[in-house]
């Protein structure tokens, strides 16, 4: 597992700290939106960190962790399986790794299209508990990103509304995405407005509580809070 990730290696105590100077950040963002930190959850991306380095950020306190590539995720959960650790997947999902990487998160962030959704809706009957699902949305427009064009969710939504006794282990709970690559913090945010007026459009137009936006990251996630984040994933940051 050591060679796993390794583009960061930082020390046990070099990691506390950074630790709690994004908690601090976090909570300093969150009261300028009128806001406690409480109602942000940070999610420690552990890409590019061994799972070592990653049971150490769960001692720290951050028990939600993200992992972008399912068969990363499969190791490092069972590598650390012990620890009470609430995985989220946040990368692509192809639906021939479905069926082993459901089992073991409690949300995946990157739901792109209604063909994954009937897979993810085929993997998840036996689960005790729902799985929770966001939209992963392309809100700058880049075609060099993943994610849902607005035709294609507001598709994907209506199958969801005029079905709504199929999911049964599965809550659609909000949408996810990222801030532009180029223009800085200030593109970012309006990208971040952009998909929170998404997400509350289209909480009325269909009658879902979507009361989950996952945005920002380690650049731009103060911005993020601002805007109404109330997930932040969190990786490099906490690592150097």
């Not at 180029?182 to 952009?194: H, L, M, S, W, Y």
């Amino acid at each position: 597992m050591a060679n796993l990730a390794n583009k960061y290696n930082p020390t046990k105590e070099r990691l506390q700290a950074n630790y709690l100077e994004v908690l601090e950040r976090i909570e300093q963002s969150a009261a300028r939106s009128g806001r406690v930190a409480h109602d942000v959850t940070m999610i420690g991306v552990t890409k590019y960190v061994d799972a070592t380095i990653a049971g150490w950020l769960v001692e720290c306190g951050c028990d939600n962790l993200g992992e972008s590539r399912p068969q990363v995720l499969w190791e490092k959960a069972e590598f650390l399986s012990d620890l009470p650790i609430k995985w989220h997947l946040i990368g692509h999902l192809q639906r021939n790794k479905a069926k082993r990487t459901l089992p073991i998160v409690t949300a995946m962030h990157s739901l792109d299209s209604i063909r994954i959704l009937e897979q993810v809706q085929l993997d998840s009957l036996c689960r005790d508990i729902p799985l929770q699902l966001l939209l992963e949305m392309n809100v700058s427009g880049d075609p060099t990103k993943t994610g849902m064009m607005i035709s294609d969710a507001e598709e994907l939504l209506t199958t969801w509304q005029s079905e709504p006794n199929k999911h049964p282990k599965l809550e659609l709970v909000g949408l996810m995405g990222m801030g532009s690559l180029e223009g800085g913090v200030d593109q970012a945010r309006k990208d971040f407005v952009a998909l929170r007026n998404l997400r509350d459009r289209w909480a009325k137009q269909f009658g879902l509580p979507l009361k989950e936006l996952s945005m920002g990251m380690s650049d731009d996630f103060e911005a993020a809070i601002e805007e109404g984040a109330t997930m932040v994933r969190i990786g490099s940051v906490l690592f150097v």
